[in-house]
T-cell receptor, first 112, second 115 residues
């Protein structure tokens, strides 16, 4: 099925470092969502974005809705061990569909 | 806990058997979604309901798959004549869709293993 291009695929960083990941699409989206998933669990919603250029924060997390509406970015500042997990971006093409299209995920590992 | 719940959490079945999963959404959420996730991939959309109406189905949802939401509350996903390729995590999500906002909240998933 159709998926977004998410990068990097994996990251191994030191505790306290900042992290950046992004998601790109060949088509326009009107909504971008970022999720975190732990092994054996469902994805947990982190941030939702609804307007091109929008910058939204949730604690140490900051996400942006790209101006072209074809990309989105997630930054995590001052990483801690509990940030470990798989981060997914998801896009919704229009309000007429309920379908979310997901990226392949970015696996984050944090070394204490 | 008033989040999305799914039962069972794990299901092991033999090829050819039928299985049914249940999802209870967050109360008052009008939309309910089913996704499938295989190892190393993001979730893939299967179908969604607005209240009791099934509004969209993916081509991934073959004839062996059927989903219902009879009273606009809980939903069931049935897979008939299971195949090994059906082994995956089946995720349910719900949302309260209004205007442009449609934040989907996921349950813990049902992991299906077909032997």
């Amino acid at each position: 099925g159709q998926q977004l291009n998410q990068s990097p695929q994996s990251m191994f960083i030191q505790e306290g470092e900042d992290v950046s990941m992004n998601c790109t699409s060949s088509s326009i989206f009107n909504t971008w969502l970022w999720y975190k998933q732990d092994p054996g669990e469902g994805p947990v919603l982190l941030i939702a974005l609804y307007k091109a250029g929008e910058l939204t924060s949730n604690g140490r997390l900051t996400a942006q809705f790209g101006i072209t509406r074809k990309d989105s970015f997630l930054n995590i500042s001052a990483s801690i061990p509990s940030d470990v997990g798989i981060y997914f971006c998801a896009g919704q093409a229009s309000s007429n569909t309920g379908k979310l299209i997901f990226g392949q995920g970015t696996t984050l590992q944090v070394k204490p | 806990d008033t989040g999305v719940s799914q039962n069972p959490r794990h299901k092991i079945t033999k090829r050819g058997q039928n299985v049914t999963f249940r999802c209870d959404p967050i109360s008052e959420h009008n939309r309910l979604y089913w996704y499938r996730q295989t190892l190393g991939q993001g979730p893939e959309f299967l179908t969604y309901f607005q209240n009791e109406a099934q509004l969209e189905k993916s081509r991934l949802l073959s004839d062996r798959f059927s989903a219902e939401r009879p009273k606009g509350s809980f939903s069931t996903l049935e897979i008939q004549r299971t195949e090994q390729g059906d082994s995956a995590m089946y995720l349910c999500a719900s949302s309260l869709a209004w205007g442009e906002k449609n934040e989907q909240f996921f349950g813990p998933g049902t992991r299906l293993t077909v032997l």
